[in-house]
Every structure is written in C-alpha cells, then in structure tokens.
Nanobody, 119 residues
Framework: QVQLVESGGGSVQPGGSLRLSCVASGSTFVIKAMGWYRQVPGKEREMVARIIIGGGTNYADSVKGRFTISTSDDKDTVYLQMNGLKPEDTADYFC?????????????WGQGTQVTVSS
C-alpha cells in the first residue's frame, strides 16, 4: 500500500507560479510512475504531467512549456512546478502513483489540493 500526501496549492494571480509537492510513503518500492492530474466540477479528471521513475516525462499540451514535473533524489516525492499560470489552470490537482507487484497493477491517489488562478 502507498499513501500520497499533496501540498502547495493555493490562490495566485494570472502569470504567477506555484509548486505542488506530493510525498509518497509505504511500499514506495513498487512505484513505477507518478503524475499529476486535475479536475474541475463537471469534467473528467485529466492528466497534467507524468514521470516514469528512472525514465521520461510527458505533459498535457495545455501545460507544455509552463509546467515541469520532477522527483526528489529518493524518488519518494514528486513536484509540479507551475509557471505562467492561467485562469483555466484552476482545478483540484491530484497526485497519482502507478505501481506493480506480483504482476498486479495498482493506482494510488492523493486527497487533492486546490489551485485557483484569478485576478
């Protein structure tokens, strides 16, 4: 089992920056990838950025060039640096971890952190 705890959300003006953090604990050795997703009321949750542990990254087209996903050296924390924030980035942001153990795949989610971009 893996637990994820996010932090770093808040309110910011357009053009501003925020850095989200997500700390993983528990059986973190099974984690293969981590990512950030976001959701607004009435819409489906969408992938924002994803990083494969020891591998590459991918981003939603809407955030390319503005957001950067990274991990700590011990790979137990994933960050999302968000620059050039726009009102349309307003959403609840959720940390995700993908894992595999004994040929069974798992998905874990954090509780979410709110990001509001408004003047």
């Amino acid at each position: 089992q893996v637990q994820l705890v996010e932090s770093g959300g808040g309110s910011v003006q357009p053009g501003g920056s925020l850095r989200l953090s997500c700390v993983a604990s528990g059986s973190t050795f099974v984690i293969k990838a981590m990512g950030w997703y976001r959701q607004v009321p009435g819409k489906e949750r969408e992938m924002v950025a994803r990083i494969i542990i020891g591998g590459g990254t991918n981003y939603a087209d809407s955030v390319k060039g503005r957001f950067t996903i990274s991990t700590s050296d011990d790979k137990d924390t994933v960050y999302l640096q968000m620059n050039g924030l726009k009102p349309e980035d307003t959403a609840d942001y959720f940390c995700n971890a993908e894992g595999e153990a004994l040929h069974v795949r798992y998905d874990w989610w954090g509780q979410g952190t709110q990001v509001t971009v408004s003047s």
